[in-house]
């Protein structure tokens, strides 16, 4: 695998770096996509070319890497790649809604790949990281070894469905206060946001650790724009361009090991999980306990502990 390294000396920008407690990234620079640069961060590297590299993306649209930062002590034993998408955190911002596209975001990981001369990988995501990679393990390309879709967006409809019944066990005059906003379209209303935070407090991070976790105020900004113009104003809410979005008839054309992890109250609820996961062939679902859509900020041990016990059983 001397070409990994070659490769990635001559086409990025570069920058070694020491490596601090699964923190800082032992290698960091940018790769050229569709529409700009990336920036991405690698730790075990010491793993390249002798296991597969765990390419772990975010959420959002518009997040960025540090909600996944607890994937990066996989490290020990994996190659981690961490990455902004194009158009948020370390990335470039052309601020071009043209990119802003299911396809342009799933063609990334190939680029990735490429750049890094990753000839074997284990695709991961969170929430709208999950939908790029459930889209990219349809595709069965050449050396995906896994897929982990964590809380992914697989059904808008089926998100909508879910949520409408986590709204549903609010306090009436909550539940009252958001559908009373989005049909009146002022759902930037205090009240509504007021009602949102209700709402996030019991399905999005449950625990006080979550709430203050560091990975949410030391980072890169994030990009509501394309938030709100993919999604909308809220998680449960979404008039934007993925209101139709559906990857769930495609789900039994993947041919690799998949985990679908969320949690106990997530916004990709349970019994939905199950249900995509078992269009899945080779799948296993598991459920973290008392744990919101922020499964990993809720319970980053049993979180890692599901994920290295997966990735235990892959072949490799």
Known sequence: MLRLLFAACIALSLVSLPSSAHQDPEIAGFIQVDGGKIWYRLN???????RPAIIMMHG????????????????????????????????????????????RFVAEIDHIREALGLDEVIIAGHSWGGTLAAEYAVKRPKGLKAAILSSPLISTHQWLADNQEWIDQLPPETAATIRKHETEGTTNHPNYRAAEEAFYARHMCRTEKCRQSRYKVDGPNWNPVMYETMWGPTEFFAPGTLKNYDISPKLPSINVPALMICGEFDEAAPKSCRKFAGMIPNAHTIIVPNAGHATMGDDEAFYLQAVRTFLKNVKQ
């Open 44 to 50: 075990g590297r010491e793993h390249l070319g002798k």
């Open 60 to 103: 959002g649209p518009g997040g960025t890497h540090r909600s996944n930062m607890p994937y990066v002590s996989l490290a020990d034993e994996y190659p981690v790649i961490l990455y902004d998408q194009l158009g948020t955190g370390n990335s470039e911002r052309p601020n071009n809604p043209a990119n802003w596209r299911v396809e």
